[in-house]
């Protein structure tokens, strides 16, 4: 009795032993760690079961586990294209799980002072699924369904900023965006304000794209230029506004060319409606992307008597205010002797 009750001991051990073995085995494949290193994975709308198989195996430990167990899990017959975040120390079914989710992961968008919406659009979709060509198309297709020409004429919907994004966002996601901000941004105050100002809204962008480029960006003197330029303006005096005539001769090449860092005489007289050396009045849009604070400006443009501004050479960035053309001269003959000490010819 004590002999059989020993074999059936041991048979049970056996069957433990080898049910343990297996178990070990399935819960390692499903869910143990299977990431031998962290990036990201990106998958097409087009994408194949190969395809993806191709695309996460850099970062697998064995990438016929994830094989089996994606298999097992249908993401052969459905995934979600994207941009996935793939983690230490996550199985294959969190994986597979992932995918067949569509949780990606958000990638990080840096909006900036581009000359043209097709500049942007040109360093956006290095992060998007979709080529550029496509994106500028389908953002066309929206500027004429609102009555402008292409979507360069959407440039007051964009504001300097960080966004975030998923790599598969289509031109018209993308846009919305822009447009549920822009139109969070003007506020019924912010209305009353540019009323106020006498200008229209495309005035109040173009003149911001000039307090922008003047100030580099920085809010502390945004005010003081956006009151010179009101004073010019309502005197009728040419703007003069340097970044006009940079913007005018690399439009002149269509932007194929370094921008010029050093406005000579004869860029002062590009034929070009947005150079506000050879034509009076505010440029018919703006000349870069803007940020709010900018526009801001303008809606509260400083009360000064300041008719002349010239780039301060001894606080790099910033500028000397004046209402004298006297005073203005000397400013200038200084900042030009201090290019020609960098030797800046262009």
């Known amino acids: 009795m004590k002999k059989g009750c020993s074999i059936f001991a041991i048979i049970a051990l056996l069957i433990l032993l080898v049910g343990g073995f297996f178990g070990f085995k399935f819960y390692k494949k499903y869910y143990g760690n299977n990431v031998e290193k962290e990036g990201y994975v990106l998958i097409p709308h087009q994408s194949n079961f190969n395809a993806i198989l191709d695309s996460i195996s850099p970062y697998l430990k064995n990438k016929e586990e994830f094989k089996d167990v994606a298999k097992d899990k249908n993401l052969d017959k459905f995934f979600n294209a994207g941009r996935y975040r793939i983690k230490s120390g996550t199985s294959n079914t969190d994986l597979v799980n992932m995918i067949k989710a569509g949780n990606q992961t958000e990638n990080t968008f840096r909006i900036g002072d581009f000359f043209t919406v097709y500049q942007m659009i040109g360093r956006v ?114 703007l003069q506004s340097d970044p006009t005539v940079i913007y005018a001769v690399a439009k002149a090449s269509n932007f194929t060319k370094e921008p010029i860092r050093r406005v000579l005489y004869k860029d002062l007289r590009e034929p070009s409606p947005y150079n506000t050396y050879a034509n009076a009045g505010i440029p018919p849009g703006p000349i870069c992307v803007v940020d709010k604070n900018s526009v801001d400006a303008v809606l509260n443009y400083e009360k000064n008597n300041y008719i002349y501004m010239c780039a301060n050479p001894a606080k790099f960035g910033y500028h000397k205010f004046t209402a004298s053309d006297v005073e203005h001269a000397k400013n200038a003959k200084e900042y030009q002797d201090w290019l020609n000490s960098k030797n800046i010819k262009k």
């Open 125 to 238: 979709t290095k992060k998007t699924e979709l080529d550029s060509l496509r994106f500028a198309k389908d953002l066309n297709q929206i500027a004429t369904e609102k009555g402008y020409a292409n979507a360069e004429d959407l440039k007051k919907y964009f504001f300097i900023d960080t966004y975030n994004f998923f790599w598969t966002v289509t031109p018209k996601e993308f846009f919305k965006k822009f447009e549920d901000d822009y139109k969070g941004f003007w506020t019924p105050e912010r209305i009353a304000r540019e009323k106020a100002t006498g200008l229209s809204r495309e005035q109040i962008y173009a003149m911001a794209s000039l307090v922008y480029k003047e100030t580099g960006g920085k809010p502390d003197e945004m005010k003081t230029v956006a009151g010179l330029y009101m004073n010019r303006y309502k005197k009728g005096m040419k």
